[in-house]
């Protein structure tokens, strides 16, 4: 094909007063797909490479950020520590981690990857490098899998494939044939695609009654960025139509509208919101195209269409992989279902059973992990089980079985059980290609009790909570009611129950309507005893929780009056540090005062936090990624010295590690705690 001249950019032709309106709009003619001649022609048809190379210099200088951060290189010690139990989650069994001293290397070859594309330096050494180590990264924690890590790994192998390196690189400096040399049509055809194909599949997936209904991301609405909305409707408007409405708008429309020119810059605007990186994408030019394609031609057109054709298809490829289906479809990560599904998990218990001795015995839930996706995916629930059978074998439980009780709800359903617990997990049958035997259908005749469920919330006092509860016939779930939970009550919304006192070894039956107070301090076990699955409810009050509140409330009350000077009373000592503000220092044992200070810190921060200047808070932003930047630096130069040089003395490999771990002398307790609760908190009840 045509290569501009080295050192100059070739300006795109003028459209032509006669051009077409798809030429305008699409840059080709109909005719250009009118034959497989004439689409190879069309796809190599020589562009300019300017924004390509703009984009594989972003690319590549976010991957550099990213990975000591999203990817991990930050914390790599405490994820693949050597002889650490843990229980890991592959993509293929087969996978294991190397050695945490080689890991640090993995990450070191993925970041030189990275620069070298950001830089166009050696551009396809580069991408292999970068592509290799991250795609091993990536399949090594099925747990850490989301959308936009997989995109990164596809947008990776797209740029090591394309000629991305004829503009603004170091190879282009290398070498004049390649500086400003144009480039095949496919390569953005890929790039334009892929975008495409994420937005617009994203969109198809939130055609989803959930979605529409506003069930999926309904607390996102608390979030403050929602604010300026929620002061002209309510939340529960803002959800349904900002949240939801706006994000399937977004989604379906996106890929069109960063496709045509007159709509690329307000589309740029709405969609940089949530990506960044897609800016550079979709500018082209048009010199002539080649009359003659060659063999290399032909076999980059099949590549370009097969690669499209298979990530349309791919979010859709669930009828075979038939395993990985929960109550949603396949693993997170590769089918753009972007937050169309949030979950809320109640009770999860663990049973093991000794296969020789009989003994039975509960794991605290998760244990030897440091992922909760686990809960929500049969494949991972197959390894975990696997895990822990060999696990348990070091301390004296031999063939274990293992069962599991996870109630889930998803987009706001009732909690139920999401997998069988009469199944041990260890001899369960699995394949990746046949449906998953054990897992419970999602109760989704259900579904139209959730419009009840806000109303019958309305009904509660504040202090008052309520679980809403469904299962299957012929189960049943045991609880514990705490001490703490006063006026403790199970009441049925359908079908027909029997409730179990332990203690008392009485049955109690139950049906809609009925209501029935249970015994603090005891088990119980509710039995679904109709031929349909049940639904109930609990109604419970906290009443530690309630004093907690009135004890602080009288605190804020108390701190008020001495502040403005209007307590008359005598006070201990000991309180007035800490009704002053400056008890910090002070040893607090008392779990209330102990809990009103920690408030105090937080409002405090919190405080500071508003009000600080803009330099402030670019400052503390810098400080917070100098520390991170500088602990992956370390603890990787202490990684790679290991590898050439050997351990050290533990000593002094402790005093290298406890210098990485050094963190900001100003950060205070408060900050290094302190989450974002204007987001909802998916606290469970875990008295329940």
């Not at 076999?299 to 690669?307: G, I, N």
Request: proline residues 5%.
């Amino acid at each position: 094909g045509h290569r501009g001249t080295p050192g100059k950019t070739t300006a795109p032709p003028e459209s032509a007063p006669g051009e077409s309106r798809m030429k305008r709009l699409f840059g080709f003619e109909k005719e250009d797909l009118s034959s497989w001649h004439r689409l190879v022609c069309l796809l190599n048809r020589p562009t300019d490479s300017a924004s390509l190379g703009m984009f594989r210099f972003l690319f590549g200088l976010l991957m550099v950020v990213d990975i000591p951060q999203e990817r991990g290189l930050s914390y790599l010690d405490y994820k693949y520590l050597d002889g650490a139990e843990v229980c890991r989650f592959p993509l293929f069994n087969f996978l294991k981690p190397l050695p945490m001293d080689w890991m640090y290397l993995v990450y070191v070859i993925m970041l030189t990857g990275a620069l070298g594309i950001m830089l166009g330096c050696f551009h396809r050494l580069s991408g292999l490098l970068f592509i290799s180590t991250y795609w091993y990264v990536f399949f090594l924690d099925k747990t850490a899998w989301n959308n936009h890590s997989y995109l990164y790994g596809l947008i990776g192998v797209q740029l090591t494939l394309m000629d991305a390196n004829r503009y603004w690189s170091i190879d282009g400096l290398r070498n004049p044939k390649k500086r400003n040399a144009h480039v095949p049509l496919w390569n953005y055809t890929l790039l334009r695609g892929q975008i495409f194909i994420v937005y617009f599949i994203a969109g198809i997936k939130k055609l989803d009654s959930d979605w529409i209904g506003g069930y999926s991301m309904g607390y996102l609405a608390n979030h403050w960025l929602f604010n300026p909305f929620k002061m002209v409707m309510s939340e529960e408007m803002t959800s349904l139509l900002v949240v939801h409405g706006g994000g399937l708008i977004l989604d379906l429309t996106a890929g069109y509208l960063l496709f045509f020119d007159a709509t690329r810059p307000t589309a740029i605007v709405f969609v940089s919101y949530f990506h960044c990186m897609n800016s550079q994408l979709f500018s082209i030019a048009s010199p002539t195209m080649p009359t003659k394609p060659s063999r290399r031609h032909r076999l980059a057109a099949v590549f370009a269409l097969l690669y499209l054709a298979e990530q349309f298809f791919l979010p859709y490829s669930h009828f075979i992989t038939k395993g990985y289906n929960n109550w949603t479809n396949g693993l997170y990560g590769y089918s753009w279902d972007m937050m169309v599904h949030s979950r809320s998990h109640q009770h999860v218990k663990i049973t093991y059973r000794d296969g020789k001795t009989g003994e039975v015995g509960y794991l605290n839930p998760g244990v030897f992990t440091q992922s909760r996706r686990w809960k929500d995916h049969g494949d991972m629930l197959k390894q975990y089980a696997t895990c822990l059978n060999e696990r348990l074998e070091h301390y004296n439980i031999s063939q274990a079985e293992i069962y599991f009780d996870i109630w889930v709800s998803i987009n706001e359903r009732f909690q139920q059980r999401i997998f069988d617990p009469r199944v041990d997990i260890v001899k369960a049958d699995w394949s990746p290609f046949r449906p998953n035997p054990w897992l419970m259908p999602l109760l989704v005749d259900l579904s139209p009790w959730r419009t009840k469920f806000l109303d019958i919330e309305n009904t509660l006092d504040n202090q008052t909570e309520v679980v809403f509860i469904a299962d299957f016939p012929g189960l049943h779930l045991e609880n514990f009611v705490s001490e703490d939970l006063g006026n403790t009550s199970v009441q049925v919304l359908q079908g027909e129950l029997q409730v179990e006192v332990m203690e008392e070894k009485k049955n109690y039956s139950m049906r809609p309507g009925d209501k029935m107070q249970l015994p603090a301090g005891q088990y119980h076990r509710v039995h679904t005893v109709s031929s349909e699955p049940s639904c109930y409810m609990y109604i419970y009050v906290n009443t530690t929780e309630a004093v907690l509140l009135q004890n602080l409330t009288r605190l804020y009350e108390l701190q008020e009056r001495v502040r403005n000077g209007t307590e008359t009373e005598p006070l201990p000592p000991e309180l007035l540090p800490i009704l002053n503000g400056t008890g910090e220092e002070v040893n607090v044992t008392d779990p209330v005062l102990r809990t009103f200070l920690r408030q105090q810190q937080r409002r405090e921060e919190m405080q500071r936090r508003r009000n600080a200047t803009v330099t402030e808070k670019v400052t503390r932003f810098a400080q917070k990624k100098y520390y991170l930047l500088r602990r992956s630096f370390l603890m990787t130069s202490i990684a790679l010295r290991n590898l050439v040089l050997g351990l050290p003395p533990v000593e002094q490999l402790a005093q290298e590690v406890a210098y990485a771990n050094m963190k900001d002398p100003g950060r205070t307790e408060a900050t290094e705690t302190r989450q974002d609760e204007n987001v909802k908190d998916e606290v469970g009840h875990g008295e329940l």
